[in-house]
């Protein structure tokens, strides 16, 4: 792999130092304010992000977790399309760049604009694209825009909207996922991993459908979503390495946590879904791998995988949460 090619470990890097001349406290009261605005009920019209102190918390409590949820749903469009690559990449909503920073990552060479209502995010996402060694990233264009209703968007190969939609209210959310499916050829969505962030994800999903785009992850099929309203979401989980912010305001001493995410990958041009995916962490008994799955014939499933599958059975043992299934059914 290039050298410049941003990972979860240069991210880290280049956040480092961004908490120097922060005092724990404010940097603590910041983090504090801006877990509130993201678990309220009520959207705002306004930029969550005021200063460089609320940008600065955000940034190194919040984008190491939004660019290992990106990236995983990056790496679902490169298993249903291979030999695609973007040239053009727009990023809205996209604060300090985590996203821009995963689709750098995924790709060499995609010339990426980033779109936020937020001027001091955008004024780090800079500082901290020009510290990546990324060219990618470092020659990014960072442009303040009202993200909403009446967003104007250029075509684009791909545009990603990252932990956007829940800031929004009802008609803002349709408005701008109605713009990204008319720029987009490849449309990549995250939303958190709750039920909330889910519904969001299934309105998207179906609007992305209706603008004549087809699925191609998380879902095997572009019909209707089989589990039932109410019942159940589909969420995925990445692995996401604890910085000393982290701890702080969390407490505890682990060097990891789980980032829980929703997501919906939708294409212009031609992509192959996985046959499945699984939905679930495996559990793993002895002489059996139980999978639970969402698949594109029959819908929610669950099927054991024992000794005597064989190769089916060691390959059961070394899958996860979110892989597709069979696993080298990806990119067929």
């Known amino acids: 792999m290039n050298a410049t090619l941003p990972t979860a470990q240069s991210l880290r890097a280049a ?32 930029p969550i992000l005021r200063d460089r102190s609320d940008v600065v918390a955000y940034a190194a409590y919040r984008m190491p977790a939004t660019f290992e949820a990106v990236r995983s749903a990056l790496d679902a469009l490169v298993e249903a399309a291979p030999d695609w690559t973007p040239a053009t990449h727009t ?18 060479g995609p010339a990426t604009t980033v779109l936020d209502w937020a001027e001091p995010a955008l004024a780090l996402g800079r500082e901290l694209a020009r510290a990546s060694g990324s060219p990618g990233l470092r020659d990014a264009r960072w442009e303040r825009a009202r993200i909403g209703a009446a967003l104007e968007l250029a075509q684009a190969d791909l545009v990603t909207v990252s932990y956007v ?20 050829q490849a449309v990549v969505i995250v939303e958190p991993g709750t039920p909330d962030g889910y519904a969001r994800i299934i309105e998207a999903r179906d609007r992305l459908i209706a ?16 589990i039932e309203p109410g019942a159940d979401w589909c969420h995925f989980s990445a692995r996401v390495s604890r910085s000393s912010l982290h701890r702080q305001v969390k ?8 980032e829980k995410f929703s997501y919906v990958v939708a294409t212009r041009f031609p992509a192959a879904p996985a046959p499945a995916r699984i939905t679930r962490r495996p559990q793993i008994r002895k002489g059996q791998v139980l999978l639970e799955l969402c698949t594109r014939e029959e819908g929610l499933a669950r099927t054991t995988v024992t000794k005597r599958h064989g190769e089916q059975y060691r390959a059961a043992r070394n899958v996860a949460w979110g892989d597709p299934w069979p696993p080298d059914s990806a990119g067929d």
């Open 91 to 108: 990023d809205v909503g996209g604060g300090t760049g985590a996203a821009s920073w995963a689709v750098a990552g995924a790709w060499e």
């Open 15 to 46: 956040l480092a130092g961004l908490l120097d001349g922060l005092p724990p406290k404010q940097a603590t009261q910041a983090v504090d304010r801006l877990i509130a605005s993201y678990r309220g009920e009520t959207p705002t019209d306004a």
């Open 165 to 184: 939609l829940k800031e929004l209210t009802a008609a803002a959310r349709t408005e701008l996922v109605d713009a990204v499916a008319a720029a987009g």
């Open 211 to 226: 603008a004549g785009l087809r699925i191609a992850a998380p879902c095997p099929h572009s019909a209707a979503c089989p």
């Open 251 to 258: 407490g505890g001493s682990l060097s990891h946590e789980d």
